[in-house]
C-alpha cells in the first residue's frame, strides 16, 4: 500500500462513517458547553491609589518611587530602606488583617466568614471544592489568607499608579473586600513609614527636655551659691572659681540645648512630612468586570476535537495496517544478504 492509496482508503472510510463523526462532534461540543455553563461568573474590581504628599526630592517622580520602593537598595540590613507596596499589598500580613476584618453591612461577619461560605455556595463540576469551615479562629484566617491570595494582585501600571484588582463572585464581597484592602494597605504603609520618624521625634523630645532639667538645675546650684557667698569677699578665688565654672557649664548646656531644640523641631518636621497620605483615584464601585468560560468557544473547542478524535478512531485500523506493511517491508530488506564486493587483485610480494 503506498501513500495515494492510503489517503484513497481513509477518505472511503470518513466518507462511510461520517455520521458517527457528526455524532462523536456534537456529543463534545455538548460536553464543553456544559463545562462552560458550570463555570462560576467571577467579578473583579479594579482601584488605584496615589500618595498626595510631597516629596522633599525636587523630581516629580520622586514620591512614587518612595511609595513604591523604587529608589536604590541599601548596602547593609541596618541602613534605611524603602518599602515596596506592591509586597506589602501581597503579604501575609496584609491579607490576615482584611480576613479578621468584620463587615457592618453584611451582619457584622467576619470576611474570612463569608469568603468560606461564599466558597461552599459553587461546589462540584467544574466548580471549587468544598472547604470545611474549621472551628479555630486561627485556622478560618490561614484558609481565607489563601482564598485571597488566590484572587487579589497588585501591580503598578505604567504611570507609577498602584493598581489593586480582587476578584470574587459575590458583588457585595467585591466592593466590601477592596475598601477593606484598600483601607489596611493604606494603615500598614503610614504605620511602616512613621516608625522611624517617630522613634526619632521621640528621642529628640526626651534629648531637650533632659537638657532643660540639666538647665533648671545649674539655675537652683547659682542661685544657692550666691545666696550662701551674699556677705563674702568675691574676689576670694574659693568663692570666684565655683561661679565661674558653673557658668561655663551653664553656657554649654544652653547651647546643647539650642541645638536639641532645633532638632525636636526638625524630627517633628520629618515626622509630618514622612506619614504619607493615600488617596484612592478609582474607587472600587460597580459596574465590575464579569469574568466566566465563553459558551460558544468551548462549544467549537468540543466540536473540533470531537471530530478529530473521531476520524482518528476511524481511520486508526487503516493506518495501522499501512504502518504494519511499511515495517514489514523495512523487515525485509533488512534480513536480505548483502551482494559479495569484488575481491581486489593482491599485489605481488616485495622481493
Known amino acids: 500500500m503506498n501513500n495515494i492509496e492510503l489517503i484513497k482508503q481513509i477518505l472511503q472510510r470518513l466518507r462511510k462513517f461520517s455520521w458517527l463523526i457528526v455524532i462523536i462532534a456534537l456529543l463534545f461540543g455538548g460536553l464543553f458547553f456544559f463545562m462552560a455553563k458550570q463555570s462560576i461568573i467571577q467579578w473583579t474590581a479594579k482601584s488605584t491609589v496615589f500618595p498626595l504628599n510631597a516629596s522633599s526630592n525636587s523630581s516629580p517622580g520622586s514620591t512614587i518611587s518612595n511609595l513604591l520602593?523604587?529608589?536604590?537598595a541599601p548596602k547593609s540590613f541596618t541602613e534605611d530602606a524603602s518599602i515596596n507596596i506592591v509586597e506589602l499589598a501581597n503579604s501575609r500580613r496584609t491579607r490576615e488583617a482584611v480576613a479578621m476584618e468584620r463587615i457592618p453591612s453584611m451582619k457584622n461577619r467576619t470576611i474570612s466568614d463569608l469568603l468560606i461560605e461564599e466558597n461552599n455556595r459553587h461546589t462540584g463540576f467544574m466548580q471549587n471544592e468544598k472547604i470545611d469551615t474549621p472551628l479555630d479562629s486561627l485556622a478560618q484566617i490561614n484558609v481565607a489568607s489563601n482564598l485571597l491570595k488566590a484572587s487579589f494582585n497588585a501591580k503598578i501600571n505604567k504611570n507609577g499608579i498602584l493598581e489593586l484588582y480582587y476578584t470574587n463572585s459575590n458583588q457585595k464581597l467585591v466592593r466590601e473586600i477592596s475598601y477593606v484592602y484598600i483601607n489596611k494597605l493604606s494603615l500598614f504603609y503610614i504605620?511602616?513609614?512613621?516608625?522611624?520618624?517617630?522613634?526619632d521625634y521621640e528621642f529628640s523630645i526626651k534629648k531637650a527636655d533632659s537638657l532643660l532639667t540639666v538647665l533648671n538645675e545649674l539655675d537652683k546650684r547659682a542661685i544657692a551659691l550666691d545666696e550662701s557667698t551674699f556677705f563674702t569677699n568675691e574676689g576670694?578665688?574659693?568663692?570666684?572659681?565655683p561661679k565661674v565654672n558653673l557658668a561655663q557649664d551653664k553656657a554649654t548646656v544652653q547651647?546643647?540645648?539650642?541645638?536639641?531644640?532645633n532638632n525636636r523641631e526638625s524630627a517633628a518636621y520629618r515626622l509630618q512630612k514622612e506619614t504619607p497620605i493615600i488617596e484612592a483615584l478609582d474607587k472600587p464601585e460597580p459596574p465590575y468586570d464579569p469574568v466566566q468560560k465563553s459558551k460558544i468557544i468551548y462549544t467549537l473547542i468540543g466540536l473540533i476535537l470531537g471530530a478529530f478524535l473521531a476520524m482518528l478512531g476511524i481511520s486508526w485500523k487503516i493506518i495501522n495496517q499501512y504502518l504494519g506493511d511499511e515495517l514489514?517491508?523495512?523487515?525485509?530488506k533488512a534480513s536480505k544478504p548483502k551482494s559479495p564486493t569484488a575481491l581486489q587483485p593482491q599485489s605481488e610480494p616485495l622481493k
Open 69 to 72: 520602593g523604587l529608589t536604590d
Open 191 to 199: 504605620e511602616l513609614k512613621k516608625k522611624k520618624a517617630q522613634i
Open 328 to 332: 514489514n517491508k523495512a523487515n525485509e
Open 236 to 241: 576670694l578665688q574659693r568663692y570666684s572659681i
Open 255 to 261: 547651647s546643647q540645648y539650642y541645638y536639641a531644640v
